[in-house]
C-alpha cells in the first residue's frame, strides 16, 4: 500500500441478528429488524423493548454459523 492509502479493518463479535414480528402473516423478511447482538439473552431483550407489552415472535440469526433459534415473547 501507498502512503497514502488507509486500510481500516472492523472486527465486530456481534454475529446474533434479530427479527420480530407480531403477526405470523408477516414473513420474516418483511419484519422488523431489531439489531445485532453478541448474546442471545441481548436479542431477546431488544426486542422485547421494541414491542412493550406486545406477544412478539423473535427470529435470531448466527450470521457466522447459520443456527437460527426462534420463540415467543408474552
Given at each position: 500500500m501507498g502512503k497514502d492509502k488507509v486500510m481500516i479493518i472492523i472486527e465486530d463479535d456481534r454475529c446474533l441478528v434479530t427479527y420480530a414480528?407480531?403477526?405470523?402473516?408477516?414473513?420474516?423478511?418483511y419484519a422488523e429488524y431489531c439489531g445485532?447482538?453478541?448474546?442471545?439473552?441481548?436479542?431477546?431483550?431488544?426486542?422485547?423493548?421494541?414491542?412493550?407489552?406486545?406477544?412478539?415472535?423473535?427470529?435470531?440469526?448466527?450470521?457466522e454459523t447459520d443456527e437460527v433459534t426462534t420463540g415467543f415473547i408474552g
Open positions: 414480528r407480531v403477526n405470523r402473516r408477516v414473513r420474516w423478511r445485532r447482538w453478541k448474546t442471545r439473552e441481548e436479542a431477546i431483550k431488544n426486542a422485547k423493548e421494541h414491542f412493550p407489552g406486545q406477544r412478539i415472535e423473535y427470529r435470531i440469526e448466527n450470521m
